[in-house]
T-cell receptor, first 113, second 109 residues
Framework: DAEITQSPRHKITETGRQVTLACHQTWNHNNMFWYRQDLGHGLRLIHYSYGVQDTNKGEVSDGYSVSRSNTEDLPLTLESAASSQTSVYFC????????????FGPGTRLLVL | GENVEQHPSTLSVQEGDSAVIKCTYSDSASNYFPWYKQELGKGPQLIIDIRSNVGEKKDQRIAVTLNKTAKHFSLHITETQPEDSAVYFCAAGFQKLVFGTGTRLLVSP
C-alpha cells in the first residue's frame, strides 16, 4: 500500500547540532509539506514543495531548510538546533490537482537539550 | 493571512450523545475546510472535508456544515463512541492550510 513515512520517530539532540528529519511518500504526490505541532498552536507550516526543485517558506521557516531532489522525499534540516525547536514534526503530501487535501505521516518527536 | 479559531478546546460527552466542534476563519479566499482526527502518538487523519460550493456533507456518523457568509464551519458527531475520543483539528485554506488549535474530545462509556 502507498504510504508516507517519517524517520526517526524520536530524536534527542543538543543545541547547535545540525539535524535532518526524513519524509518519504510512495503516493507519487507532487506536493509535500512540513509542519510543527506545539501545544496551544495546532499545526504550523514550516516549508512546502510543489515539485522537484521547488521549495517555499511557510509561516515558521526561520532555522529550517528543505530540498527536493526527487518526488518521494522532502528532508527537513535544522541548521543549528535550538531548544525552541523542540516539537513534534509532521510531514504531509497531496496531489497536484488538490494541494489542500493533505495526508500526514506519523510524526517525529524532537527534543533539543 | 488566514486565521482559524476553534472551540471548545476540550469537550466531554457521554457515549451516545452528540458532539459539535466549531471553527471560524478570516480569509474569504479560503475554499477548502477539512477536519482531522489525531489519536495519541499518531499523525492527523483526514476524516471529512467540505468545499465552499457545498453547505453540508455527511459520512455516516459525522457531518460538516459551512456558513460562508458568517465564515464558520462545524463538525458534528452523532451517537458518539469511546473510540471517537481524540483531538480534532479544523483547517481552512486555498492551496495551503491554516489549522485551528484543536479540540480534545473525551467520550465516556
Amino acid at each position: 500500500d502507498a504510504e508516507i513515512t517519517q524517520s526517526p520517530r524520536h530524536k534527542i539532540t543538543e543545541t547547535g547540532r545540525q539535524v535532518t528529519l526524513a519524509c518519504h511518500q510512495t503516493w507519487n504526490h507532487n506536493n509535500m509539506f512540513w509542519y510543527r505541532q506545539d501545544l496551544g498552536h495546532g499545526l504550523r507550516l514550516i516549508h512546502y514543495s510543489y515539485g522537484v526543485q521547488d521549495t517555499n517558506k511557510g509561516e515558521v521557516s526561520d532555522g529550517y531548510s528543505v530540498s527536493r531532489s526527487n518526488t518521494e522525499d522532502l528532508p527537513l534540516t535544522l541548521e543549528s538546533a535550538a531548544s525552541s525547536q523542540t516539537s513534534v514534526y509532521f510531514c504531509a503530501s497531496s496531489e497536484s490537482d488538490s494541494p489542500e487535501t493533505q495526508y500526514f505521516g506519523p510524526g517525529t518527536r524532537l527534543l533539543v537539550l | 493571512g488566514e486565521n482559524v479559531e476553534q472551540h471548545p478546546s476540550t469537550l466531554s460527552v457521554q457515549e451516545g450523545d452528540s458532539a459539535v466542534i466549531k471553527c471560524t476563519y478570516s480569509d474569504s479566499a479560503s475554499n477548502y475546510f477539512p477536519w482531522y482526527k489525531q489519536e495519541l502518538g499518531k499523525g492527523p487523519q483526514l476524516i471529512i472535508d467540505i468545499r465552499s460550493n457545498v453547505g453540508e456533507k455527511k459520512d455516516q456518523r459525522i457531518a460538516v456544515t459551512l456558513n460562508k457568509t458568517a465564515k464558520h464551519f462545524s463538525l458534528h458527531i452523532t451517537e458518539t463512541q469511546p473510540e471517537d475520543s481524540a483531538v480534532y483539528f479544523c483547517a481552512a485554506g486555498f492551496q495551503k492550510l491554516v489549522f485551528g488549535t484543536g479540540t480534545r474530545l473525551l467520550v465516556s462509556p
